[in-house]
């Protein structure tokens, strides 16, 4: 099994930053793709940046240039930067995670989740 725990969310005025943090246990060895998403209430979750299976990065247009993802490999963390943030950017964030499984599936992991909320 693998447990995701987020941090780092808030509130915060726009243009203001945050740091997401999203720490990984338990069969860490068996990911191989994380990524951050987010869900507005009345809307459906969307992807916000992660990193694929082979390293790269890929982004939402809506967040490319504010946003910068990053792990840290020894603390099996990854983390989301979020600056010049905007009030269109208020919702729920999640973490995910994606882990070999048997039979060569996939298996999807999720954090609870920390909001983040940018109002003035």
């Known amino acids: 099994q693998v447990q995701l725990v987020e941090s780092g969310g808030g509130l915060v005025q726009p243009g203001g930053s945050l740091r997401l943090s999203c720490a990984a246990s338990?069969?860490?060895?068996?990911?191989?793709?994380m990524g951050w998403y987010r869900q507005a209430p009345g809307k459906q979750r969307e992807l916000v940046a992660g990193?694929?299976?082979?390293?790269?990065?890929n982004y939402a247009d809506s967040v490319k240039g504010r946003f910068t993802i990053s792990k840290d490999k020894a603390k099996n963390t990854v983390y989301l930067q979020m600056n010049s943030l905007k009030p269109e950017d208020t919702a729920l964030y999640y973490c995910?995670?994606?882990?070999?499984?048997?039979?060569?599936?996939?298996?999807?992991?999720w954090g609870q989740g920390t909001q983040v909320t940018v109002s003035s």
């Open positions: 990193f694929t299976g082979d390293g790269s990065t």
């Open positions: 338990g069969n860490v060895l068996s990911l191989y793709a």
């Open positions: 995910n995670a994606l882990g070999a499984a048997v039979g060569g599936t996939s298996v999807s992991h």
